[in-house]
């Protein structure tokens, strides 16, 4: 009995190691050519022809494997692909020894997502907040995965739960420039930023942040209710083709 057990329990595992691969191929081995076609709007549209973030650069990663490989969540317009690699290789002069994570984008064919009202057409990313403690990055709630859009923050920016952690406010004002410098570059400009009000503050208080207010990027001026309380543990960035 135990040892047909033992065996059931070996074909699932097999089977689902399978499926999961399966899944995976186009992750594997897909090429990003040509360029990608967004239509409609970030909250109703799709997109054609997307490219593929790479998991990981010398100072980013995604952040979840799952959203990766198997709910196709980590696709493109092709100009944001360049947008958000050029814009990590600026962080890399800019930002040294820091470490990002960039969090969901769109499905392979745009259209609705699990957890995002918008991110249909291509043209939103999300990207986590960088994390500090005296003056230091800390990395350990990077790794939750898919769990991190549900980590909490203070109207201050200090994680609810480890108020010695807080964001760190003026790397992420350096990242916002160097996208928006790159954006431009790639035929395209920042549309909007959503960052829960109660932090935008905190944010504008920093070097980079009184930067980013002077070149006028637009960040949200309202958010009521869950689309504010989602916003502290990632900003969410739209572009546009210009
Ligand atoms: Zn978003």
């Not at 081995?29 to 076609?37: L, V, W």
């Not at 109703?44 to 973030?53: D, I, T």
């Not at 997502?113 to 918008?118: N, V």
Request: charged share 25%.
């Amino acid at each position: 009995m135990v040892r047909k057990g033992k065996k059931v329990a070996k074909w699932s595992l097999l089977l689902a190691g399978l499926t999961l691969l399966v899944f995976s191929i186009p992750e594997l081995f897909g090429h990003n050519t040509g360029m990608s076609s967004s239509h409609g709007s970030v909250g109703s549209g799709k997109l054609e022809n997307a490219w593929l973030l790479p998991y990981r650069g010398p100072n980013f990663r995604y952040f979840s494997p799952l959203s990766y490989y198997i709910l196709d969540n980590a696709y493109t317009h092709s100009s944001v692909y360049q947008t958000i690699l050029e814009a990590y290789q600026t962080c890399e002069t800019t930002c040294p020894g820091i470490r990002f994570r960039l969090m969901e984008l769109s499905h392979k064919t745009g259209g609705q997502m699990l957890i995002h009202r918008t991110h249909q057409n291509g043209m939103s990313a999300d990207f986590m907040v960088p994390k500090k403690r005296d003056e230091k990055q800390v990395r350990i709630y990077d790794k939750l995965g898919l769990w991190h859009y549900l980590l909490d923050f203070t109207p201050s920016g200090a994680l609810a739960f480890d108020r010695s952690v807080a964001i760190d406010f003026e790397t992420m004002g350096k990242h916002i420039l160097a996208l928006d410098e790159a954006a431009r570059k790639n035929g395209l400009r920042i549309k909007k930023v959503l960052l829960r009000i109660e932090l935008k503050d905190d944010f504008y208080n920093t070097e980079s942040g009184r930067k980013v207010q002077q070149k006028g990027i637009y960040f949200a001026q309202s958010l009521t209710g869950w689309a504010n309380r989602v916003h502290d543990d990632h900003y969410h960035v739209d572009f546009e083709i210009y």
